[in-house]
């Protein structure tokens, strides 16, 4: 007997093998394997609207960090916050790549190579010439602070970077204020199944320091409470795609 899929098999263009059916009744089937696949899931199945989260660490981190931390805290001594997604601790203006120390970092050319990977991965496009208006801005979250659930309007990409994160052990997300991506598959999560794929879990990403997290900003996201007794320092950052020309 060949499984039934939900799907035209002829669509597939695979061969498609028996398997092995354990028990049948009226209401359906006990299969001992799904299928036996006679496929290549990377030629036979479409990913169909795929959403990119890119991690991109950056690699002098070590020695830009202390000048970001330095020149951030002072900037929050001395202005008052913004009120965002974030509940508690201290949003900057959007103004962050104008500072002058910032300026003399390359943390913003960083920023916009991320951004750069991102376009060039969606454009299936190798060289191009790519226009963006951009903002960016510091935070810095103490105990309890937590960002609510939101996306990022009038952008196309946007992305954090971890100046000072904590340093816990791998499972303890919590403590550390995981940034949790929401699927955006409407009612994907209205039935539970193996896997992500048409599960509809959140994903969790731990904060890692000198690490940028990138992601399209319609993509809903928040910030788990912060629980450590160090400050938590990162940039945030939107890009706006404005021209575009392939080489
Ligand atoms: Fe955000």
């Given at each position: 007997?060949?499984?039934?899929?939900?799907?035209d098999?002829?669509?597939?263009?695979?061969?498609?093998k028996?398997?092995?059916?354990?028990?049948?009744a009226?209401?359906?089937?006990?299969w001992q394997r799904?299928?036996?696949l006679?496929i290549?899931p990377n030629?036979?199945?479409?990913?169909?609207?795929?959403?990119f989260?890119?991690?991109f660490d950056?690699?002098n981190?070590?020695?830009v960090?202390?000048?970001l931390e330095?020149v951030?805290?002072a900037?929050?001594?001395?202005a008052e916050?913004?009120s965002k997604?974030?509940?508690?601790?201290?949003h900057?203006d959007i103004?962050?790549h104008?500072?002058p120390?910032v300026k003399?970092?390359?943390?913003v050319?960083?920023?916009y190579s991320a951004?750069s990977?991102?376009?060039?991965?969606?454009?299936?496009?190798q060289?191009?010439n790519?226009k963006?208006h951009?903002v960016s801005w510091?935070?810095v979250?103490?105990?309890g602070?937590?960002?609510a659930?939101?996306?990022?309007?009038?952008?196309h990409?946007s992305?954090?970077y971890?100046?000072r994160?904590?340093?816990?052990?791998?499972d303890d997300?919590d403590?550390a204020g995981d940034l949790?991506?929401?699927?955006?598959?409407?009612?994907v999560n209205?039935?539970?199944?193996?896997?992500?794929?048409?599960?509809?879990?959140?994903?969790r990403?731990k904060?890692?320091?000198?690490?940028i997290?990138l992601?399209p900003?319609?993509l809903y996201?928040?910030v788990y409470p912060?629980?450590?007794?160090?400050?938590?320092?990162?940039?945030?950052f939107?890009?706006?795609?404005?021209?575009?020309?392939?080489l």
């Amino acid at each position: 007997m060949v499984c039934k899929i939900g799907a035209d098999p002829s669509a597939l263009q695979g061969s498609l093998k028996p398997c092995r059916v354990l028990e049948s009744a009226p209401n359906g089937f006990t299969w001992q394997r799904i299928m036996k696949l006679g496929i290549d899931p990377n030629k036979n199945i479409l990913r169909a609207f795929p959403t990119f989260v890119g991690q991109f660490d950056v690699p002098n981190a070590a020695q830009v960090n202390p000048i970001l931390e330095k020149v951030i805290l002072a900037r929050e001594s001395s202005a008052e916050g913004k009120s965002k997604s974030n509940i508690g601790g201290w949003h900057s203006d959007i103004d962050f790549h104008e500072w002058p120390e910032v300026k003399q970092t390359d943390i913003v050319d960083s920023f916009y190579s991320a951004v750069s990977n991102m376009v060039a991965m969606s454009a299936m496009a190798q060289k191009f010439n790519l226009k963006c208006h951009f903002v960016s801005w510091a935070n810095v979250n103490r105990k309890g602070s937590h960002n609510a659930v939101h996306n990022h309007c009038n952008a196309h990409w946007s992305g954090v970077y971890y100046v000072r994160t904590p340093e816990y052990d791998t499972d303890d997300l919590d403590r550390a204020g995981d940034l949790t991506f929401y699927d955006p598959r409407g009612a994907v999560n209205m039935m539970a199944h193996p896997g992500k794929c048409v599960d509809g879990e959140s994903i969790r990403i731990k904060p890692i320091q000198g690490r940028i997290v990138l992601f399209p900003s319609w993509l809903y996201h928040s910030v788990y409470p912060f629980q450590s007794d160090i400050v938590r320092i990162s940039v945030a950052f939107n890009a706006r795609v404005e021209q575009f020309s392939e080489l």
